[in-house]
């Protein structure tokens, strides 16, 4: 088992013979860190705590540390990241809270580029990129395959849907659809279908041509939100990725970005 001399690791943390804990990091109880996973130096883990395989974690990040949520009081709670994540430096992700379901949660191949927050009770799914300094409050999720561009800021209980894209120093304050593209020039709002990053991952012309057709629609000056639903349901030919668009607004509780 490499562990750098340096390093300190409590007797009750589950190291794989095959991952690797560089120069002055400090592992704590209850941290398990899978096979070929690779801790660079100075980073401080704290558990409870699962990391998964073949991930790598840049100097000064910090995992499982107790939440800023005041609310917060000792309670026992998790963080759990799986497989072949990328963790750059100075990121920070804090553990789950009572109030939340007790656990932060990061899937696979994912990453988290320098300065990234990761809040209390924050689920992400897996391929998806956070840019330097995104900033996820409390609650907050996000679908696979969604790219947060630099320095934006998201509001707690937001959720951003799958293979959404939004542009840097965005702050969002309501949902983001699944597969739009979101820009921000003064404020937040819908530029449309995501079609470069929808194109680049294989999906059929016509679920990207319906999906542009009901961004259109949901964009409409002379529609609001329950009469664009009603002509998408309508007018638009039926596919799995629009049902999930359309599913997806019904289910938003905060609002969403137009």
């Given amino acids: 088992m490499a562990i750098h001399p340096t390093a300190i690791v409590d007797q009750f943390a589950r190291i794989h013979p095959d991952a690797e804990i560089g ?55 998790e963080t759990r990241i799986g497989h072949r994540n990328k963790i750059r430096e100075f990121v920070t992700i804090h553990r789950g809270t009572e109030g939340g379901g007790a656990l932060t949660a990061i899937g696979d191949d994912n990453l988290l580029m320098a300065y990234t927050h990761i809040a209390h009770d924050a689920n992400i799914g897996s391929h998806c990129i956070l840019g330097n300094a995104v900033t996820l409050a409390g609650h907050v999720t996000i679908g696979d395959w969604a790219i947060v561009e630099a320095f934006s800021g998201v509001h707690q209980f937001c959720r951003i849907g799958r293979h959404a894209f939004v542009g840097g120093y965005s702050v969002l304050t309501k949902d983001v659809l699944p597969f739009s593209q979101t820009v921000t020039p003064r404020e937040t709002r819908i ?41 998408i349901v309508a007018e638009v030919a039926a596919c799995p990725e629009v049902d999930e668009l359309v599913q997806f607004i019904r289910t938003a509780q905060r609002g969403f970005i137009k």
């Avoid at 929808?198 to 679920?207: C, E, T």
């Fill in 23 to 77: 120069p002055y990091c400090v592992i704590g109880a209850e941290v398990e860190i899978g096979a070929r996973t690779r801790l660079m130096a100075n980073l401080c883990l704290e558990g409870p705590t699962i990391i998964g395989e073949d991930n790598i974690f840049y100097p000064y990040s910090t995992v499982g540390l107790a939440s800023q949520d005041l609310k917060y009081h000792g309670e026992r709670a």
């Fill in 191 to 231: 530029f449309g279908a995501n079609k470069v990053g929808l194109k680049r991952r294989g999906f059929s012309v016509d679920a990207i041509e319906g999906l542009h057709k009901s961004f259109r629609l949901l964009t409409s000056a002379s529609l609001n939100t329950t009469q664009a639903i009603e002509q």
